[in-house]
């Protein structure tokens, strides 16, 4: 079984700030590892993903996230924040276990508000 | 080039009654998903058909069903809707079983049930 905790429902940061969105995983084998953002009445866009080549991933919009084996971590980070950031942010996780075919599991999201 | 498409974009229904559901994937993927996402969670997973066969079920009841079409189309049903099934419903495609492919979502259906 998999799973993933997202700590901080909101996470407020000023404009131009660091944005920090954490995520940590379990799972019996080793995890693919993805970050998806979801604008208001939209679907999932995915941001980057993890998937045992490099340990640090860079995604689009200037995201990255590093997979922390000994941490089971994967947390996204920006240098800088942006106004058009602001949005609710999924971590997931999935595996080859079973040839894939149980899906993704997302962790319960974490809203990222811009402070002006 | 199209991404996933689903349709009807929002959807009321009444409890006792029964939905469908349709998405069409990317061009090329064989691969269609299903998720639930209650206000305010992140996406459940329902079901995953690859070449037309269920290749991977969520912890959903038996009012949940699915299938899959030689055009890699896809749809859902529910059965005797309950309120607790008011959701957006999200559908993904992707090349292979998920995994290491990606999964590219569509907008969703936004179901009501009053």
């Known amino acids: 079984a998999q799973s993933v905790t997202q700590l901080g429902s909101h996470v407020s940061v000023s404009e131009g700030a660091l944005v920090l969105l954490r995520c940590n995983y379990s799972?019996?084998?080793?995890?693919?590892l993805f970050w998806y953002v979801q604008y208001p009445n939209q679907g999932l866009q995915l941001l980057l993903k993890?998937?045992?080549?490099?340990?640090l991933v860079k995604g689009i919009n200037g995201f990255e996230a590093e997979f922390k084996k000994s941490e089971t971590s994967f947390h996204l980070t920006k240098p800088s924040a942006h106004m058009s950031d602001a949005a609710e942010y999924f971590c997931a996780v999935s595996s080859n276990s079973g040839g894939g075919a149980d899906g993704l599991t997302f962790g319960k999201g974490t809203h990222l508000i811009i402070q002006p | 080039d199209a991404g996933v498409t689903q349709s009807p974009t929002h959807l009321i229904k009444t409890r006792g009654q029964h939905v469908t559901l349709r998405c069409s994937p990317i061009?090329?993927?064989?691969?269609v998903s299903w998720y639930q996402q209650v206000l305010g969670q992140g996406p459940q997973f329902i079901f995953q058909?690859?070449?037309?066969?269920?290749?991977g079920r969520g912890n959903f009841p038996d009012r949940f069903s699915a299938r899959q079409f030689p055009n890699y189309s896809s749809e859902l049903n529910v059965n005797a809707l309950l309120l607790g099934d008011s959701a957006l419903y999200l559908c993904?495609?992707?090349?292979?079983?998920?995994?290491?492919?990606?999964?590219?979502f569509g907008p969703g259906t936004r179901l009501t049930v009053t």
């Open positions: 061009s090329g993927h064989k691969s």
């Open positions: 993904a495609s992707s090349l292979g079983l998920a995994g290491s492919y990606e999964q590219y």
């Open positions: 799972s019996s084998v080793p995890p693919y």
């Open positions: 993890y998937t045992s080549a490099a340990t």
């Open positions: 058909y690859y070449e037309k066969e269920e290749r």
